[in-house]
């Protein structure tokens, strides 16, 4: 027969004084070990967790905005997050923690002779998430867009952003009417 140990509780949550009254005295030692086995998580399997879609409080949709690359002044990346931020029902936001989609762009300055004739951005977007490894959390990502834009201004090229963004976040503005 079964006997209750420290690892039954941790592993279960059972007490020492609800091991009986819940039955598990008459499994047999090798049933109690596997229940056991199988209540602890495997370390090499992990947990992801996203924001659902349509799960947007009214109707506002968060984004956040990274930039990295060829913008010495930031203005550049200041010009995209105020594109993405006019955007219908759109907040503008700092960490992947309280974010619905994440943009980001890397900027590449176009030269010749040694004179800057526009910009290119590469850009992904994608839904922030959460791992959990073994009990350990990290940030994690799914994938959504990825793509370029090359343009000879900098405001042309935050907007040309803005619009695809516009236009990756739909589905989401859908799903959110669908609910309200």
């Known amino acids: 027969m079964a006997v209750w140990t420290p690892d039954v509780q941790k592993a279960l949550g059972v007490t020492q004084e609800n091991f009986n009254a819940e039955g598990l005295n008459k499994l047999t030692k090798m049933q109690l070990v596997a229940l056991v086995a199988s209540a602890r998580p495997d370390p090499?399997?992990?947990?992801?967790?996203?924001?659902?879609?349509?799960?947007t409080p009214s109707g506002r949709i968060r984004v956040l905005v990274t930039v990295a690359g060829?913008?010495?002044t930031g203005a550049i990346a200041e010009a995209i997050k105020q594109s993405v931020a006019s955007l219908?029902?759109?907040?503008?936001v700092d960490?992947?923690?309280?974010?619905d989609r994440a943009l980001h762009v890397v900027v590449q300055e176009q030269t010749v002779n040694k004179r800057t004739i526009g910009?290119?951005?590469?850009?992904?977007?994608?839904?922030?998430?959460?791992?959990?490894?073994?009990g350990?959390?990290?940030?994690?990502?799914?994938?959504g867009t990825l793509g370029t834009y090359s343009n000879a201004k900098g405001p042309d090229l935050a907007k040309d952003l803005a619009g695809m963004m516009d236009q990756d976040i739909q589905?989401?503005?859908?799903a959110g009417a669908k609910t309200q």
Do not use: F, M
């Not at 090499?44 to 799960?55: E, F, M, N, V, Y």
């Open 44 to 55: 090499r399997k992990q947990i992801l967790t996203c924001p659902a879609s349509g799960t």
């Open 70 to 72: 060829d913008d010495p």
């Open 88 to 92: 219908s029902g759109v907040d503008v």
């Open 95 to 99: 960490s992947a923690a309280t974010a």
């Open 119 to 134: 910009y290119t951005a590469s850009y992904l977007t994608s839904t922030p998430c959460s791992a959990e490894i073994a």
């Open 136 to 143: 350990k959390k990290s940030d994690a990502e799914l994938k």
């Open 171 to 174: 589905p989401l503005r859908t």
